[in-house]
């Protein structure tokens, strides 16, 4: 079994920022890419941001030069850093681990941008 916790969300203005955590533990094995996805209410579930095993990065358009990806490998966890947020931004945030084992998701963490 794996378990992934993410904590972070919340209720931020435009302009603000959040750091969103998630953190993995149980079978882990071979840890290779890790990400964040987002959707939106009425929306398909859309990456955000990958970092691969080797620290590779890739960003949706939407965020690129916003939201910084980073990992701790020996925490096993993954990190989205999100800067000048806009209301557009709005979603519920997952992360995603891809192992030798399998893919598997959070529960998924709100964040809401609003004045």
């Known amino acids: 079994q794996v378990q992934l916790v993410e904590s972070g969300g919340g209720l931020v203005q435009p302009g603000g920022s959040l750091r969103l955590s998630c953190a993995a533990s149980g079978r882990l094995f071979s840890i290779s890419d890790m990400g964040w996805y987002r959707q939106a209410p009425g929306k398909e579930r859309e990456l955000v941001a990958a970092i691969r095993s080797g620290g590779s990065t890739n960003y949706a358009d939407s965020v690129k030069g916003r939201f910084t990806i980073s990992r701790d490998n020996a925490k096993n966890t993954v990190y989205l850093q999100m800067n000048s947020l806009k209301p557009e931004d709005t979603a519920i945030y997952y992360c995603?681990?891809?192992?030798?084992?399998?893919?598997?998701w959070g529960q998924g963490t709100q964040v809401t941008v609003s004045s």
């Open positions: 995603k681990l891809v192992t030798r084992l399998g893919v598997y």
